[in-house]
């Protein structure tokens, strides 16, 4: 059965650093794009954190991500990890792994996305 399954969660203070890691599925691991998104209120709709095109390695970030967040994908483990420093309490949230059976340009819209994780939480104090 196809999944994807998000570890390394936690709290931290405020300029910490987290690395999340989610194992994927073979068939997942092969779908055009997989991403972190984040869901930083329950009230709030998911926003994306980064993604990256497993076609061409292309990968993308989010304003708030950029220069602090690292994305990168383990095909031996079958794994798609994002390194988190200096880590603000804004990046609170809901992390969720996701996979697109199928490619779009609209790489941070939620909806394009066919499979997710469960979500993990990350808590930064301050």
């Known amino acids: 059965q196809e999944h994807l399954a998000e570890s390394g969660g936690g709290s931290v203070q405020t300029g910490g650093s987290l690395t999340l890691s989610c194992t994927v599925s073979?068939?997942?691991?092969?779908?055009?794009?997989l991403a972190w998104f984040r869901r930083p209120d329950p009230k709030k709709l998911r926003e994306g954190v980064a993604a990256i095109d497993t076609r061409s390695g292309l990968i993308t970030y989010a304003e708030s991500a950029q220069g602090r967040f690292t994305l990168s994908k383990d095909s031996a483990k079958r794994t798609l990890n994002l390194q988190m420093n200096n880590l603000k309490p804004e990046d609170t949230g809901i992390y969720y792994c996701a996979a697109a059976q199928y490619y779009t340009a609209y790489t941070f819209m939620d909806g394009r996305y066919t499979h997710w994780g469960q979500g993990i939480q990350v808590t930064v104090s301050s």
């Open positions: 073979e068939w997942l691991f092969t779908r055009p794009l």
